[in-house]
């Protein structure tokens, strides 16, 4: 690239073009926490809303702009005054107010669309910049659906838009229709063709519908866009807009490829990518680059034997790096002897090698029957039956109510457990919700208190009479603890996931018993 220490502005849109497709739409609430979230993830610019969409999303912005420090807050119009106004209106108290305004330009949107006139669309530009500029000092200005768009007439009215004030001119590729080498000719194109274009920064906006959002606004940085219009998650419109994570990442891990940085701090992406995950409930894909749970995860033998031997091998980024604790290693099918033996001494089992033989062939018998074998697994494979079914509290009775609202029952659990010297423990508690009820419950009668730092239920099979797999992860002395259990019942399977570990740190306790065990 000819600008070696090229600074990258991210500007994110989450908040508008994600909150704008299906399934992901906000309260005031929610937008003004993960502004919050937005801001000090480290992005340059965010979206905050479209005021002239609705009350709501007026407001929504209103709170950003007053509240969130550290960010260019920007809100989107069309050239149409009234739009304008109301985001002046909304960006009253930003420290840094952007307007964003936009227009369609392609040949298809000026006729089917608008029913306008190239001219007439150009003549809309300048009134809708000239208009924003005249309430505040930044102006952005949209060409939609830019990649469909005569090239010429892209550039004149980047000039235009230029001469009425605008400060960054975005080239949205709306429906994703472009390719990389296609788009940075483009920019290349109009940073030749636009007069003053060095009066403004280029940005890129581009959709995934051909799953190319991150190649093509890469491949845009090539050609000299300096800001790139990203989401969270890479939600957005139809098949989304290009994914924040993915895009920081590729511009660090390739850093001398791009000769591109951003102001992002990495360490918040995870934890960014969580939080818009638990405010919109849109799961986030497993095989998801950077924030999804098989990102860092490594379940084959030749894998994890290469893994344990220099994690370079197989991961071109550090887990910590993305807010990730670790990597992990999946014990499953495809696991061979060398994750086995590792995974066993991080247990505090140290076997001969004839004896890992043996629990190598029953680990993978027993691989083949389940999806996931977790550390409770392991350690009953080394322990034998006998200490399985003694190894502590097992429920034998569990009952469950819940409700919501006045007047309604209370989220309360009951649980009976029998201990491994055969006597029995019975307990009751309320929670916020059934599954707290029932851990406070379990938590009274084991007097164990587990600092849970994850739960959830997925199906191990379809239908409604699916079983579901709880799995609760819980801090034990500092150590990340999975505990899982399976039943048709989810709750009971939740109280058999909590017990999971609550049993093995009860164990921990007398680690001279568990070793004789192991070698006997
Ligand atoms: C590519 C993008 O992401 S663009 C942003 C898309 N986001 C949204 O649309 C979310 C918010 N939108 C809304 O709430 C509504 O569409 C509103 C309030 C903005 C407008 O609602 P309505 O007045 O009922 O109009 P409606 O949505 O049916 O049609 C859009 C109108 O805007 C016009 N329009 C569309 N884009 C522009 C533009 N950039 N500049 C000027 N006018 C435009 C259309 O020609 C149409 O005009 P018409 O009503 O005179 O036919
Ligand atoms: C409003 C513009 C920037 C947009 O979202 C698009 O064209 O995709
Ligand atoms: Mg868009």
């Known amino acids: 690239m000819n600008d070696p220490a090229a600074r990258v502005r991210i500007f994110d849109t989450s908040l508008r073009d994600g909150e704008q497709s299906p399934g992901c739409s906000m309260t005031a609430a929610q937008k003004l926490r993960f502004a919050h979230a937005l801001a ?16 709501a999303d007026r407001d929504a912005v209103r709170a950003i702009a007053r509240e969130v420090r550290g960010s260019t807050v920007v809100t989107l119009a069309r050239c149409h005054e009234g739009d304008i106004d109301a985001c002046a209106s909304a960006l009253e108290g930003a420290a840094h107010p952007r307007i964003h305004v936009f227009i369609s330009t392609s040949p298809l949107h000026r006729e089917h669309k608008l029913g306008l006139s190239r001219e007439q669309v150009l003549e809309r530009a300048i ?25 010429e007439f892209l550039a004149e009215i980047c000039s235009a838009a230029i001469a009425a004030g605008a400060t960054t001119l ?17 920019f290349e194109y109009l940073r030749a063709h636009v007069r003053d274009a060095e009066k403004a920064v280029f940005s890129a906006h581009c959709h995934n519908d051909l ?10 940085i090539e050609g000299g866009a300096r800001q790139v219009e990203c989401t969270i998650n890479g939600i957005g419109e139809r098949a989304g807009n290009c994914a924040l994570e993915e895009l920081v990442m590729a511009l660090r891990v390739r850093s001398h490829y791009y000769g591109a940085h951003t102001r992002i701090d990495s360490r918040r992406l995870v934890p960014t990518s969580r939080l818009l995950s638990r405010i919109t409930g849109m799961a986030v894909q497993r095989n998801k680059a950077v924030v999804g749970q098989n990102a860092f995860a490594h379940e084959s033998g030749i894998h994890q034997h290469g893994m344990l031997k220099h994690r370079g091998t197989y991961e071109i980024m550090r887990p910590e790096d993305v807010g990730w604790s670790q990597s992990q290693m ?14 066993l001494q991080a247990l505090g089992f140290q076997l001969e090698e004839a004896s890992l033989n043996r629990t190598f062939a029953a680990f993978k018998a027993l691989a083949e029957k389940k999806r996931e074998v977790f550390d409770a697994d392991l350690e009953a494979l080394v322990l034998g039956s006998d200490a399985v079914a003694h190894r502590g509290w097992r429920l034998s009775r569990l ?25 029995t423990v019975s307990e009751a508690a309320v929670g916020d919700g059934p599954v707290h009820a029932l851990f406070a419950a379990l938590a009274r009668a084991t007097g164990i208190a587990l600092d849970v730092d994850s739960y959830q239920v997925s199906s191990v099979t379809t239908g409604d009479d699916a079983q579901g797999q709880a799995q609760v992860i819980a801090r034990v002395d500092g150590v990340e603890v999975t505990g899982s259990g399976t039943s048709t019942d989810i709750l009971e399977a939740s109280a058999h996931a909590w017990l999971d570990i609550a049993n093995r740190q009860s164990r921990a306790r007398a680690p001279a018993v568990r070793r004789q065990a192991a070698i006997a």
């Open 40 to 55: 000090e993830l480290g992005v340059d610019a965010l979206e905050a809303g479209f005021p002239a969409s609705s009350d």
């Open 127 to 151: 009134m809708g910049v000239t208009r924003a500029r005249r309430l505040v000092d930044d102006v952005e200005f949209s060409a939609e659906d830019a990649l469909r768009t005569e090239p």
């Open 170 to 186: 975005n080239i949205p590729d709306t429906v994703g229709y472009t390719t990389p080498s296609e788009i940075r000719a483009l």
């Open 211 to 220: 799953g190319l959002a991150v190649a093509n606004s890469l491949a845009a």
């Open 330 to 343: 999946v014990m499953g099918r495809h696991s061979g002897r060398a994750a086995l033996a590792d995974r």
């Open 399 to 423: 009952h469950v109510s819940t409700g919501a609202g006045d007047g309604d029952t209370l989220p309360t659990a009951s649980v009976q457990l029998l201990g491994a010297d055969g006597a």
